[in-house]
């Protein structure tokens, strides 16, 4: 599978993966900003700064290695496919970026119930801001395959980092754009499916959960 792959679908009834923003990065799953600066003490800017500074430098060694070596889509006793890593992955470092065709939430709004009218049984779509959503259910890349569980291994957040490269055709202002990065929530070892918790709102017409996890509350909802 390439970096960026189309897709056939795979029957699965994941409508998004998240649909809240928040205002901060966490190991949550929820999808924010960085704390803005005024906000932070000169200390708190440094390390902030610093903090930055690492993750941008984890994000650009994640990419020099192929995806398909580091990672691999398979059957998955939870649902589906799902995401398996090749390699061993210490805590917090990056696992995948969350690729596919970035949009705005009209054009969301109006694909998802498209989706859900033609039957495609799939729908991979991870808000970035408040005004765009990235979609992977036709244009993606293998971290559309994560499963869910009620005991992750792996977060994501939004991050931003500079995409001065001409190889990057995602430029925002010329210099920085934000990205979906799913991170290792601890120690993940070779062979391991990699997991994450949907967040999904509670609403009528719960979705059942498989994972299996000691702590499975049964639904996504």
Known sequence: MTAIARSGGSGRITRALVR??????????????????SSLTKQ????????????????????????????????????????????DIAKDDPIVEYMGETIRQPIADIRER????????????????????VDATKIGCMARFMNHSCQPNAYAKIITVD?????????????QDKKIVVFAKRTITSGEEITY?????????????????????????
């Open 197 to 221: 918790d949907y967040k999904f709102p509670v609403e009528d017409g719960s979705l059942r959960c498989t994972c299996g996890a000691p702590n499975c509350i049964g639904r996504l909802n």
């Open 163 to 175: 995409t001065t490269s001409s190889a990057d055709t995602n430029i925002v202002g010329g210099k």
């Open 44 to 87: 708190g800017e440094e390390k902030a700064k610093a903090d930055r500074h690492l993750t941008q430098k984890k994000y650009r060694r994640l990419k020099v290695v192929p995806m398909e070596q580091r990672l691999a889509a398979r059957r998955s006793h939870i649902h589906g496919w799902g995401l398996f890593t090749k390699v």
């Open 20 to 37: 809240a923003v928040r205002n901060a990065d966490d190991d949550t799953g929820a999808l924010g900003g960085e704390a803005a600066p």
């Open 114 to 133: 498209a989706y859900e009218i033609s039957g495609e049984g799939s729908c991979y779509m991870f808000r970035l801001d408040m005004q765009r959503i």
